[in-house]
């Protein structure tokens, strides 16, 4: 039987709605390396106008893909779904929205999972050192192919809010307004931390194999422990007191030396892990992670922040943090938005959330991020 | 060559100012379950006066010994060395301080490290399921055989400090004052989550065999793993930023498909996991573990935390907090003071400090907890 070359893990999702930008030249990456005949998967919702200028381009965290929400290709609901359409925070009659699918994730573009066409087998660990300016790069070569020179907007959380910052960076001309939710100027050694132990469950589940696992064999223990720690970061010890509290799960009563779930909140842990699991690539996770780790906007400004900042031309920031965030904590998101107004040439708005979900607050608690993002955009 | 049947760790500890109270009774344990030929480890400081009533009694936290401080039998530093000791916050010139070990922790009480005597062998996780309470009537009854039938104070952080609680719960007529810090009425969901996690590391070591490993071969990369969350959670990101900012380790630049340490605070978790994997017994560590989990003071007033309290009958308590602390948050504190001022019978001091250690913050911010302690037992 002949195996299948694409490295799909068990369950691989589909997305009818993406569409595949191949870019027509090698991308070269930040810190070296050429990924050849790159392709930057994406969807789109609204119509480009004919100024080819009401484009909002979205970069998205860690996990997701491009399908942000649904679309006549693709009537599931995606992960920012009340967020974009008609009549929607990000309006679909007036705007052209694209959703990036970040370059080193397994849902389409160029990754570790994908193939290298020098070999014909996916990348695994020969694929070149990802960077969060590699994401940014690679959204904007798609963006070209499409005929787009310009965005009204660049949006992204988490990573996404890194990689936008990334974007304005190296495509100062080229952006009119920022949002940043809950993202960072450079990772801080608490989340580097966390990312560092989440990659070593990866890296020592013996399934890794240093890398070169076969396609949907891959370290599903190592991506599941990762995962959890990765849920119990994402949201906040408030939320899961009023959402869990000391509930148990009924069929588990205490065994000594049964230490399986006995509580709700680890049947939770359990389930979002398994989901996980059954959707990522373990090496797509490990470039990723990394990205996040190196990146520092300060390499944008020879070290310094104020000097990557002052180099940013874009007319108006929008920067969104949540108070109970523990990943990307709210003091990051002040920095930003103290920096882009020291710069002085963007009108700058900056919200602290009190949501209590965390830094997931802005896939929940819509009530907070629908009005402040619509406003913006009007 | 005959296997020694102590399970000891790789490079166990010696503790020459170890003493082994070695119970008359078996232990009934509080979810069932007997200990027969219960030990209970201690050290002591200072003399026990004529009356018999100047003993202040200390509880660890998960994984220290009862070496809190050095003594003419063991001259290395303790845990707490500059709060135990002539002229020092609690001072052994008044007091005659007993630290007990953790029963079910490896150094030298009853545990699943130590030898079941009907078998001869560790008792693995043949161990009866442990709760803190058990932990508080061990130390009970290691205090018996020193002819001690009440005590000046009880004291404890972390673990510790819910072992307190249940101290004062279960033997009422037997505390005179409470020393509280950064402990917990009863585990919450997000605590409950992060150990649910460590543990499942530790389990999913092949090395741990559901739980029958080899004494010396245990599951040392699944401690190591688990030790490192731990470490993550045992700080704060603020003290973080001060003291690894984003500085590398020299020697490791970037390669990729290399995602071995390349940050300074990678490689302080690395090096706590080490340590603590030479020491510790991963039996012993999911026990404790679990036991945590379980505890809820609640349970002593049929339901009702307010009910539970109002049993204590301590004339004093202190009760510290720390606001970095995020596995034992300061709101937890908050709420153990409130329900003995609620009560109505202590005199209840509160502080919440400021520190930027978090949860370990009582074994550094000395120049806090020093006075404050040093205060309250004057």
């Known amino acids: 039987m002949a195996m299948a070359l694409v490295r799909s893990p068990s369950s691989a999702p589909e997305f009818p709605g993406r569409q595949l930008a191949r870019l027509e030249r090698p991308l070269r990456l930040h810190r070296g390396g050429v990924i050849e005949q790159p392709v930057v998967a994406h969807e789109t919702w609204g119509r480009l106008n004919a100024a080819r200028d009401n484009t909002v381009l979205l970069f998205t965290g860690l996990s997701p893909p491009a399908h942000a929400a649904s679309s006549p290709a693709d009537p599931k609901p995606g992960w920012w779904e009340s967020m974009i359409g008609e009549g929607k925070p990000i309006d679909t009659r007036r705007y052209f929205v694209v959703c990036v699918n970040s370059l080193g994730s397994p849902y389409g573009s160029s990754s570790p999972a994908s193939i290298d066409p020098r070999t014909g087998r996916p990348y695994g660990i020969s694929f070149p050192e990802l960077s969060v300016e590699d994401i940014a790069t690679a959204g904007h070569e798609a963006l070209r192919t499409l005929g787009i020179e310009r965005v009204a907007a660049v949006i992204g959380p988490s990573l996404g809010g890194m990689t936008v910052l990334a974007y304005c960076a190296l495509f100062p001309d080229e952006v009119d307004s920022v949002v940043t939710i809950s993202g960072a100027a450079r990772a801080n050694p608490f989340a580097i931390a966390l990312r560092s132990l989440q990659r070593e469950m990866v890296r020592s589940d013996p399934a890794w194999r240093g890398g070169s696992y076969e396609p ?163």
């Open 216 to 378: 949907g064999r891959g370290p599903r223990l190592g991506l599941r422990l990762a995962r959890k720690l990765g849920t119990i970061t994402y949201r906040s010890a408030d939320e899961w007191n009023e959402r869990f509290g000391r509930r148990r799960v009924p069929e588990t009563a205490g065994i000594a030396g049964d230490f399986r779930p006995q509580f709700e909140v680890e049947a939770y842990l359990e389930h979002q892990a398994q989901r996980f699991a059954d959707l990522f690539d373990a090496n797509a996770y490990l470039y990723l992670s990394r990205a996040m780790d190196n990146f520092d906007l300060a390499d944008h400004g020879g070290g310094s922040l104020a000097a990557a900042f002052a180099k940013f031309k874009v007319r108006r920031a929008l920067v969104i943090g949540v108070e109970t965030d523990m990943l990307f904590p709210v003091d990051q998101q002040r920095e930003i938005a103290d920096h882009l107004r020291a710069a002085g040439r963007a009108r700058v708005e900056y919200h602290a959330f009190p949501s209590l979900q965390g830094h997931d607050a802005f896939l929940v608690d819509l009530a907070r991020f629908e009005p402040a993002i619509g406003e913006f955009l009007k």
